[in-house]
Structure formats: C-alpha cells, structure tokens
C-alpha cells in the first residue's frame, strides 16, 4: 500500500509548467501545489505555485486572477518574495516565484523555541514588508510560519500575497465567506466581516506567540474549534509557559491579539517596535516612511463622525419641531369644533347596537378553528449566519452562528454538524462533508404553544397568538428555516 502510493505520488508530478522544468515537489496543501522549477530563460531556479483547476468554474476567476497576481507582481520590498510570471497549464493557473532555498520559519519553530532578541530581528523585517504592502491597499490575509520564507543567508521574506484574496472571492469554489488558516485567523476575518491591516497585525502577533512558546495560542478537536477559541476564548497567558519572560511580552501578545481590532497595534510597525523596545532597549531604525500612512489618510474614517452627527442632530431636531407644528393644529380642530357630542342624534344609532353585536357571535359559533392569518404573518425563525469556508487537511468546513436555544437537524450521513461553543447568545456550529456538497440545514425556534392553543387549528396549521390566527404550517414547522450551506472544493 505505502508503495503504491509512493508511485502514485512521484506520478503526478509534471515535467514541465509552462516553460519550466519541473524538479521535485516542494509541497502541497488544500489551496495549491508547489514545486521546484527551472527556468531555462534565465538559467534559475524557482518555485512555481499551482492552484487548482476547479477555480476556473468561475467565469471571471481567470481575469480577477491576472490582475490580483499582477498587483502582487508590483509589490518591490527586500522582505517580500518576488513574482516573476503568471500565466496557465491547460487551463490550471499557476505564478513564478523566486525559490527560497533557507526552508521556512515552521521549520525553523519545530527546531525550538527562539529568543526574544532573533523573534524581534525576524518581525522587525516582516513587519516592515508587510506596512508596505498595506500602503499599496493590500493585506495578505493568511500570515503564518509557512509563509516566512529565508534565503541562504537566513533573511527572511513573505510569500503569498494575495493567494487568500484570490481563493475566498472564487464563487465557485468558496461560494461566500472566507479562506483562510484557523490557527491564525483573526476574529473579524474568522467571522466574515470587514478586515483592514490590522488583521495582518493579529496574525503576525500569532507568529510571535508561537516563536517565543513554540506552539500556538489555541488548540482544539476540530479545526473550527480553533476558529471559535479565536473569538471567544481570552487570549491566553504566555508567562503560564514561560514564566522566566518578561512581563512586557504578555502585554505585547494581548496587544497585539485584541479581538477588538482598535485595541490593537495601529500597524506592524508598532508591534515591531514594542518589540524591539523589549529586546534590545530601544524601537530601532523602523520609520513610519514605508507604514500604511493610515493616520495621514484617516482612513478609518475618524474625522468624519462629528460631522455626521451633527447633521443627525439638526434632523432630529427638524422632525420635533414638525411633529409640534401638526399636533397644535389638529388640538386646535377639535377645539373649535361646535356641539360635537349631540345626543339626540346619536340616539337612533343606539338601538341598533344588539343587532350589530350579535353578528360576530354568530360567526364564532359556525367554525371551532380560529381564523387564518394574513399571508404576511409568519412565525419568527432563527437567524443562522454563515460566518466561515475553509479547507484543513483537505477537508472542507463551515462555521455559521444560530441562537442559542434553538434546534438543528444533522443534515444526514454524507454531512455532520457539531456545536463548537455557546457565546454571547449564540451557538458556534461547524458543519463538514463531501467536496461542493450541499448542506440544507434546518434550524428551528418553535413557538411555545398550550394544549389549547393547539386545539385552536387544524393539524396542517399553527395557532399564532400574537395575532390570534393560524398560519398555514405544520406546528413541527412553525419557527424554523433552511440554510442551504455550499461546502468548497477542497483537493
């Protein structure tokens, strides 16, 4: 058997990409495939990435993808690893980069532990590459160990820009949410909202924690596990493992890994220089010259709220002094309205009252059922937000929040679905299967309902209290949802 997978594996290496020749395969992952390559037009080694064919199922991926790689190709920094080309291999897109022959910064954690002083010299230059490229409007978005790569003399580089970018926006393979590593994803990227620098600042302070401890902060079962622990679980003591650091590291990690991203480092410029604060008595030679320029720019709108608000305030202002206006004169109708209540002509109307009540009591007693609800009654059913996609060891995954109290049926034995963690008033599910598989998740909230409200409809409706009707649905209906969850490709 392990032979059999051995030729299998050496089988699917290609002997040549595009025009170069293939030597051996550096690795490979749920995104891509990387190998060793020659360049014969330069005479040089390279390494080329390959993504998988499947991205192309979206008809605007081949254009998005030249011209995020191109952006990429753009970026010119001593501590990013250059794109050379970009192109495809029987419709398999690929890019060229330059090999980096020093192994990675996992590999250089799985050898030990590092010193304050090497982890403050290694981030300082990451750091650095990383303000540049946030300058230039793009974040890198899956920042960890695999992802530093050395050069023979021990300098370090980033790779992969722009590949996270690349893999969540492709609908069809993503569908929606994000793409990205669990164990240093920030909880905004983790729950599918809005992300800027600053979470590039979360995961390169993951890397420190992990330089520093040799392991990462989180740890569970499942891999959405971890991406739960990210959002709800206080970042956790490094002094509890290395209680001989200095105190200022533990201020440095939770600074730095704040779920709310203001309370964060700015930039990596600034957790560079915390750090090298620490290890060496002084910030260093690190210039805001090549940082965002965020706080010039004031590009987290903090200048524009004072001025929103005041136009809020003359609105609210506006609208009392209109509703003052139309109450004086409706109060000055009835005032002036003469004789209104006349009794002598109000008095025919009078002994026509047994009649008129006697009508709806007649009513009540030809049905035993309540009356139908309008068609725009309906019971209120759970709000299930899908929050994450994302591919670990192959193996797709989805994390999507439900209230807490409410009710799912596992979608059968291709798919399983499992609570990860109840937090603020919500259940953190995660749900995994087959690639591209189609998961119809049902959540429910039912309506509480007595004996007698049940009596109220027939059994192919439900009593609404609230409106005292019925709604045309069964009561093991009444109060759920299907979410249809789309799992990515993930070979």
Known sequence: MILMWFILAHMAIPEKIGRYIVKSELGRGGMATVYRAFDPSFDREVAVKVLPREMLHDPQFRSRF?????MVAALEHPAIVPVYDV???DGQPYFVMRYMNGGSLSDGIEKGKFSIQDTARIIEKIAQGLAYSHRKGIIHRDLKPDNILFDDIGDPFISDFGVAKLTESSGGLTGSGVIGTPAYMSPEQAQGSEIDSRSDVYGLGVIVYQMLSGQQPYSADTPMGVVVKHITEPVPEILNILPTLPHEVDNIIKTALAKDKTQRYATTIDLAKALNLLAFGSEGNITYGSNTGLGKRGAFNTTTAPASRGKTGLAIVGIVLLVAIIGFFLLRNQLLVPDQPTVTATAPAATELPTLTAVPTLETAVSSFAP???????????EVKITNF???RRAAYASLTIPEGATFEAPGPQATCTVEAVSGGKQILSCTGPNFFLINLKV???????????SQCSADGTFNSANGCCVSVPPQDAGCTITPIQLKGCE
């Open 66 to 70: 030249e011209r995020e790689i191109k």
């Open 444 to 454: 429910c909230t039912p309506p509480v309902l007595s004996n007698e409200d049940l």
């Open 390 to 392: 994302s591919c670990i």
């Open 87 to 89: 192109g495809d291999e």
């Open 372 to 382: 139908a609800c309008s068609a725009d009654i309906a019971f209120p059913t759970a």
